[in-house]
């Protein structure tokens, strides 16, 4: 078993900050990479960032230079730091990870509850 436990989210007027926080725990040997994702109401659910185990980033072109995301590998745990938000912000932020539980073992694709972002005034 795997636990992604995302905190953080919140109401915030538009151009305000917040940040998130994820933490895996269970039984892990290794994660690749780790993520945000986010859903609107009656959207799809979309890729906000995510970060690979090297460092490596990618953003979603509608957060690149207002979000960043960071990682504490040896702690299994991301952050992501959301500036300069507005209203189209607003979603259920998902947390995600690619987990492998033992050496050569298969990935497996964890996800967190969701925690609520409100940009509104």
């Known amino acids: 078993q795997v636990q992604l436990v995302e905190s953080g989210g919140g109401l915030v007027q538009p151009g305000g900050s917040l940040r998130l926080s994820c933490a895996a725990s269970?039984?892990?040997?290794?994660?690749?990479?780790m993520g945000w994702y986010r859903q609107a109401p009656g959207k799809q659910r979309e890729l906000v960032a995510d970060?690979?185990?090297?460092?490596?980033?990618e953003y979603a072109d509608s957060v690149k230079g207002r979000f960043t995301i960071s990682r504490d590998s040896a702690k299994n745990t991301i952050s992501l730091q959301m500036n300069s938000l507005k209203p189209e912000d607003t979603a259920v932020y998902y947390c995600n990870a690619d987990v492998r539980q033992r050496l050569r073992g298969p990935t497996l694709i964890a996800w967190g509850r969701g925690t609520q972002v409100t940009v509104s005034s």
């Open positions: 970060i690979m185990d090297g460092g490596d980033t």
């Open positions: 269970g039984s892990i040997f290794s994660i690749n990479t």
